[in-house]
């Protein structure tokens, strides 16, 4: 039960992975939607132990995601009048 449960959380994770990559797509200078099927078991040469490698790719996925939330923020403020103070700034 707990293999077909992670399977299941790492296919939804890579399905969502691919949403996000085609809204990106859509978004003004947005990212590109992959031409090939994204790589989610590279084989990694560092010596990182697997807890120091998670955080480093989580550090990694929250700044992307605070860079794409900067840039939302920038094109919404072009349209209303949200505070330009908080663009790009970490939410509670």
Known sequence: MKVWQSQ?????WLQGQYVLAAIGSCLPDGCHYPEKPLEIFKSSNKSLSAEEERKQKLIENENAIRE???KIDE???NKSNINPII??????
Do not use: F, T
């Open 8 to 12: 299941v959380n790492v296919s939804a």
């Open 68 to 70: 794409r939330s900067k």
């Open 75 to 77: 094109l919404l403020s």
């Open 87 to 92: 663009i790009g700034e970490k939410r509670i």
